[in-house]
């Protein structure tokens, strides 16, 4: 009796220790869990560099807008300097001719051709 009681908590002891070696992962699980985490190592890696990548577009995004927005300043800056200068020479040419008008004085009259008068190639104006 004492062997029989000894042999069925063997056997139940042996069922246990074969539903614990069920559950735990076999070789291949083993395998696979290995291969899955060196893609995994090489996913990361690869998502670290285009990280990188990124910024560093980024980063030459800012720095060209920050390039053209300077040009567009300094551009603005030449129109106007620009500008000013053609309007100062515009004022300084009117007071020049104003200048003229006046050392003319007004008995001055205008010089009115009296022969016939030409456009390139010979041919008369006054036909026309």
Do not use: W
């Not at 062997?3 to 735990?24: F, G, N, W, Y």
């Not at 995994?40 to 990124?54: D, G, V, W, Y």
């Not at 807008?65 to 053609?86: D, R």
């Amino acid at each position: 009796m004492e062997c029989k009681l000894k042999l069925e908590e063997k056997d139940k002891i042996h069922a246990q220790l074969k539903e614990i070696l069920k559950r735990q992962p076999g070789v291949e699980a083993s395998k696979q869990l290995n291969a899955l985490q060196v893609a995994m190592r090489e996913r990361t890696k690869q998502l670290k560099a285009m990280a990188a990548e990124l910024n560093l577009a980024h980063a030459q995004l800012e720095e060209y807008q920050y390039e053209i927005q300077s040009k567009t300043q300094e551009n603005l800056e030449l129109k106007q300097k620009y500008f000013a200068l053609k309007k100062s020479e515009y004022v300084f040419h009117e007071k020049e001719r104003e200048e003229k008008e006046k050392s003319r004085g007004a008995n001055s009259t205008a010089i009115v051709p009296t022969g016939p008068r030409f456009v390139g190639g010979g041919f008369s104006l006054n036909h026309v």
